[in-house]
């Protein structure tokens, strides 16, 4: 039986930032009455923070500053519902509020412009209660319907003003509408979600900026539609080159530090640097590593490299033979090959992504030990094995990644050749199970463990042919069960434990070996304040402030 679950932001610790009619009954001698001294001083004590605050230089250089940002490119329309990765996320992160949202640096789910969600106990049935008091940035007062229209249009094809493609619903969805029966109104507060099936990464996918929640408007010129959203930010400029975002002081979020947000095209890495030292950008988030790593911070993202072996062929059906090639690896070594692209990948999932088994680490650099093991695996020394190279991140030099790994199960007793191929016929011969070791990457969708250890883990996936999502062809119905209850319990601390036995035996027989995790780049000026970066690579901007009380720096010699 399903378990309830319920969130109620009225628990949640809410700002103490003073509202505009605090300040006017003030002015006007009106305070409130209270019947108690201590309740009267705890008033005028919250008062004199308040002005201090309001007073203190971070707060009124927060209120004035314009943020300017360099990205690779610039969209031309601005729809959150292709908002897969890059610019587009970015930005629709600042412009549009989703029902649910991800936690300032994690996949955790807090509120957003649903206050309370709940749950039937059979998983089929979802409820969302919206937030009092939200409006689109043209006005137009938030209701039932405009989210029931704007989640349709994203789910469900043929709906009027539907983005174009699916890639991102399909893969979050299981197809579209996939395991959504239909989305209505329960009254004037309450919108529900109706299932087809218990599917517990619901929650998290509608945090994904792809859901935003939209209002469209028709432009009297050329007819296209403008999406209007609820965020901290509205677009107020929409060039081919730039797009600019002005603050909305009223947002339900306490309203932005920033004033302004101008996002520039700056696809030239080095001219964008150029134009940080320059001062005439504060932000550069670049498409790949920086050049430059003065100002450079990073944060592993959601998309990792994994070594896959092929289980039903020797010698990786012998589970001894597959711990050998983890204990082998070294990561030291793999680590020069990844530079600053990436960097090693002790567990199955990410930091950042909930539900993370840190301990024991999985490689081990001990090719004596794994020598050891694929003795006990009855693997003569020499055996010959091939590597396929099917993705490599942008940045991660393939041929020295290759090396990193051959060379140590090399001095383990396997005579590992690498196999020449282009990364699509690479996938292509791992999706018919022609292989024996196939290095590929896949990404934590939406940062929910399911987005990850199912496709690569469960039985779904490991049917040949173009499909085909478990390269491993590893077939367990202990992990299978794990893995599908952990997808349709919607009680939190239970797909927890369920996703950490899953690890446990994932650990025990490596059918797959993560090896390294790519890192998102921002690269800031010293002046900017309280960016913190995000494992989606989609940060939200609007508690940065601009601090130009720091001295200019030194002219350059």
Not at 410 to 435: C, I, M, N, W, Y
Not at 464 to 469: D, I, M
Not at 493 to 498: G, N, Q, S, T, V
């Amino acid at each position: 039986m399903l378990e309830r679950q319920r969130c109620d932001e009225s628990r949640m610790p809410s700002s103490v930032a003073p509202s505009a009619k605090f300040w006017l009954d003030i002015a006007a001698g009106r305070v409130p009455a209270y019947n108690s001294p201590m309740r009267a001083t705890a008033f005028w004590l919250s008062a004199l923070v308040a002005v201090l605050l309001s007073e203190s230089p971070a707060a009124v250089l927060a209120q004035s500053g314009v943020l300017r940002v360099g990205v690779p490119s610039i969209p031309r329309e601005l729809d959150p519902a292709s908002a897969l990765e890059g610019v587009v996320p970015l930005i629709a992160r600042q412009v549009f509020d989703t029902l649910v949202q991800y936690g300032e640096t994690n996949s955790d789910v807090e509120a957003g412009l649903a206050v309370q969600w709940s749950v039937s106990r059979d998983g089929l049935v979802w409820a969302f209660r919206l937030r009092d008091g939200v409006t689109f940035h043209d006005g137009t007062p938030l209701s039932v319907q405009i989210v029931v229209e704007s989640l349709q249009r994203e789910i469900f094809p043929g709906q009027p003003k539907a983005p174009a493609g699916d890639a991102v619903v399909g893969r979050l969805l299981r197809g579209t509408p996939g395991v959504i029966r239909e989305i209505r109104a329960k009254d004037a507060h309450t919108v529900l979600i109706g299932l087809s099936q218990p599917y517990a990464p619901l929650l998290t996918v509608l945090a994904h900026p792809a859901f935003s929640i939209v209002l469209g408007r028709t432009s009297s010129e050329g007819g296209q539609t403008r999406w209007l959203g609820t965020g901290p930010f509205a677009v107020g400029e929409l060039e081919a080159d730039r797009i600019v975002l002005e603050a909305r002081p009223g947002h339900w979020g306490n309203g932005p530090r920033l004033s302004r947000i101008t996002f520039t095209e700056a696809p030239d890495e080095a001219r964008a640097e150029a134009a940080l030292a320059a001062q005439n950008l504060d932000v550069i988030f670049p498409a790949g590593t920086p050049a430059r790593m003065a100002g450079a911070q990073s944060v592993p993202g959601w998309r990792i490299g994994y070594l896959s072996l092929q289980t039903e062929k020797a010698p990786f059906n012998r589970v001894k033979a597959r711990r050998a090639v983890a204990v082998a690896l070294d990561p030291a070594k793999i680590a020069p090959a990844l530079g600053a692209a990436a960097t090693s990948l002790q567990a199955f999932l990410p930091r950042g992504v909930w539900s993370r088994r840190d301990a024991p680490p999985l490689m081990g650099g001990d090719p004596q030990r794994a020598r050891r093991l694929l003795d006990e695996a009855g693997v003569a020394d020499g055996t010959a094995t091939t590597l396929l190279i099917a993705d490599v991140g942008q940045g991660i030099d393939r041929v020295k990644l290759a090396e990193a790994i051959r060379a140590p199960l090399s001095a383990a007793g396997l005579a590992v050749k690498v196999q020449s191929s282009s990364p699509d016929a690479a996938r292509a011969l791992a999706q018919t199970g022609e292989h024996q070791m196939v290095l590929a990457e896949a990404r934590v969708e939406a940062g929910d463990p399911h987005f990850l250890l199912y496709p690569l883990s469960t039985s779904e996936g490991a049917v040949r042919g173009g499909s085909a999502l478990n390269l491993s062809f590893y077939r367990n119905k202990s992990l299978d069960n794990l893995l599908i209850r952990a997808s349709q319990l919607s009680f939190r601390p239970e797909r927890d434990k369920l996703y950490l036995r899953a690890q446990a035996l994932l650990a025990e027989e490596l059918p797959w070996i993560p090896v390294y995790v790519g890192l998102k780049w921002v690269v800031v000026r010293p002046e900017v304040r309280d960016l913190r970066l995000h494992a989606s690579g989609s940060p939200r901007l609007d508690r940065v402030w601009l601090d130009a009380q720091l001295p200019p720096p030194p002219p350059r010699p």
